[in-house]
């Protein structure tokens, strides 16, 4: 992750900073599904106003953007957590809130409607866990294994240091880990019956 355009984002992003629609749609079209995952996981049915505020911010500021790729995926998170930071001190309470999995759905190509099934499925699965673990794991995983980041861009996004983003990534893979092995089916061996 984190190179989706490659070699066309310069260009991409030359032409989105010159004012060209096409080209800012691109940038859009490459970075909502990862946006509203991470922002539908820190604030469920708030997600789409979030994103929405998150992108008016960017194509405001889009001039002043200077970097490649990944600096751009970074820029545009961190621009998402603070309006995600200001919608948590609005509400009132910092924890990530449940929502439905429907709203999650990613934009991905409908070639294969069996794949995409189960690909949904554990999609959707995945994002409930990460819902289940406190609020700042479930951000770093969300910004590390969904939006791509890495460890340098995610310590950014959040203002925390990189050594507390692996700390908080360690503590939140492993407690997913833990979630996984309590959701999965287990074997009776007094009667060979599998229970979920």
Known sequence: MGRVLGEDFTAQLAAAQDGDETSFAALWRDLQPPLLRYLGVAAGPAAEDLASETWIRVARDLATFHGDERGFRGWVFTIARHRLVDWRRHEGRARTVSRPVEQLDGLGARDDPA???????????ALRLLAQLPADQAEV????????LDVPH???????????????????LRRLADLVTLDAPHDD??????TP
Not at 115 to 125: F, G, N, P, Q
Not at 141 to 148: F, K, N, Q, Y
Not at 162 to 170: I, K
């Open 189 to 194: 061996p007094s009667t060979g019956v599998v």
């Open 154 to 172: 995610v310590a950014s996004v959040l203002g925390k240091r990189p050594g507390t983003v692996r700390v908080l990534a360690h503590r939140g």
């Open 115 to 125: 794949a995409e099934a189960l690909d949904r499925l554990s999609t959707d699965a």
């Open 141 to 148: 995983v969300t910004l590390r294994a969904v939006a791509g």
